[in-house]
C-alpha cells in the first residue's frame, strides 16, 4: 500500500512539474520569437528627433503616460489609471528616468516592448510579456526607423522620478506570464499591407495604412472584441463598447452606420479640429487623441482620410440606433409606449432618522407633520437629486432638512451650491417664510448676493435614496442609452454647471422621459460640470 501511494505522488508530482514546465515553455517570449518572422532591422545611425516627435505624437504616447494634472505632453511620468472589465492598469513611467522609468532600457530592449509586447525582467530571463492594454498588436506594424527615432526622442524628455503602483487584475488576469499564450494567438508579427484600391492615390494610402494601422492604433479602441480581448476581425473599425463600460466607441467605417456620409476633407478636418460635420466637438477620449493627430501634418491628416474611406465597410448600428431605411418607402418606428420610469429608490425601511437621503423623484413638502400628505395644497416640491438629512420618522412620514443656497431677491428657490443655479427646492410664501438665512456673501465675479439658507419640511418616504452614486449612475446610463446618440458623454472638464440650464427639455419631443428622469440627468449633468467638484473648492459631486 505504502509503495502505491509513492508511485501516485511521483505521478502527481511528474504531471506537475510538467505541466510548469509547458506552462512556462508555451508562455514563453523566446516560444513566439521562435515561431514568428522577426522584425525590421533598425539602423542604430543617425536618429531623426523631428520625426521622432511625429512618431509621438502619431502614436498617442502622451494620452496613456503623461503625469496626470498637467498639460506638458513631454512629462511622461505615468501614474494615470485605465479602468477595464480585467481591472485598473496603472500607466507606466516612460520618462528617461534610470530607476522609475525608461531611462536604462536599450534600443534594443524598447523594441521588443513596443513590437513585440516583451519588457524586460529582473526573474524570467526570457522577459516580462506586457499586457495588450499597450497597443502593440498595432505598434508591430512600426518601422524600425521610427522606432529608433521615437526613443531617440523620448530620450531627450526630462526625467521624472515616479514609482507607479502595479496593475490591480481580477484572477486570471492578473498572471501576467499567461499573457505570452494570449500573444501567441494574437500577435501576428506581420505589418498586413491591403492591395491598393484602383485610382487611388499609392503613395498616401501607403501613409494612411500605417498611420492608421500602426501608430494611430485605431482599431484598438474603434473595434468589437472577442471573450479573450482580441478584435475581431471582420468587425474592424465597426465601434464597440470603451473598456469602462459606459462610452462607446463609434463605428468608423465607410458605412452608412459608419462614417459613411463623412469626405475624407471632413474626416481631415475632425483629425486636425477636433470638429464633426455636424458640428459636434469631440470629448472624452477622443478629445485627448485630437490634441495629438492635430499635431500631425496636413498631409498625413489627409493620408489618413483617404485610408478609412476604404477600410471594409461593416453594417453596425451603435446601440441603442435603428438600421437606416434603404428603401424608398417611409417607414415608421415602432410607437413609443410610455412607461412609468423605474427610479433608483432604496427601500423605504432605509429611510431612517439621522440619514442622508437623495430625492430620486420631485417630492411635495409641507410645513407641518399634519399636512404632509393630506388634502391641504402642498408648500414646496424638492427636485430629483436634492440633498436632505432625515429628522424625525412618524409611521410613513419624514421630517427632512435641506441646506443649501439663496440669490438675495430670489427667496422661493433653494439651490444646491452659491453661485451654480442647481435648484433643490422650490417653495410657497409660507415655506419662504420659514426658512432660516444666514449673511449675505457677494459674489466678486458676478456682483449677486447669496445667503445660506436651511429649511425642515414633512413628506414621505417615498422616492427617496440613501447612496447619492446609485443616482448618478442611473443618470449616466440614462444618457449613454439615449442621449449619447447625438451628444458624447460630458466631461467636467469641458463644461460648468449653469451651462445646462433649461436645455434638456428642449429634446422633450424627441424622447419619452419623464420629468424625473429629465431632473435626475439635469443634476447629474450640473454635478459633474468642470466648476462643481471638490478639485475646485466645490461640493462633492
Known sequence: MRLRHKKLYLLAGTCLLLGSVG????????????????REAIDLAGADLANGRKVFVASDCATCHMTPGQEDDTKLGGGGTLQTQFGVFHMPNISPDRETGLGGWTLAEFDRALREGVGPDQVWPDGKNLYPAFPYTSYQRLKGNDVRDLFAYLKTLEPIRNVVSDHELKFPYNIRRGVGAWRLLFLDGVRKEVPVPAGVDVARFKRGEYLVEGAGHCAEC???????????????????????????????????????????????????????PIGRTAAGDMAEVIKNTSQLPREDLEAMALYLKHVPAVDKPAPGVPEPNRTDKVVMLKNAVRVAPSLPVSPETAIVQGADVWVAGTKSVWMSQDGAGSAAPEQGKLLGGAHAKVGQRVGAKVQLTVKGWQMADVPSIIYQAKGHRIMVAVLDKDAVAAVERGTVEKDTETGQSWLPVQVTFWSDEKNLNTDRQALWSYSATTFQKSCSACHVLPQKTHFTANQWIGTLKAMKRFTSFSDDQYRLILAYLQNHSKDLNEASGGTKH
Open 222 to 276: 474603434h473595434s468589437p472584441r472577442g471573450i479573450m480581448g482580441n478584435v475581431i476581425a471582420d468587425k474592424r473599425y465597426s465601434g464597440g463598447p470603451a473598456p469602462d463600460g459606459v462610452d462607446y466607441f463609434p463605428n468608423i467605417t465607410p458605412d452608412e452606420t459608419g462614417i459613411g456620409f463623412w469626405s475624407p476633407a471632413a474626416i481631415a478636418n475632425y483629425l486636425a479640429t477636433g470638429v464633426n
Open 23 to 38: 506552462f512556462a515553455v508555451l508562455t514563453s517570449p523566446w516560444t513566439w520569437s521562435a515561431t514568428h518572422p522577426s
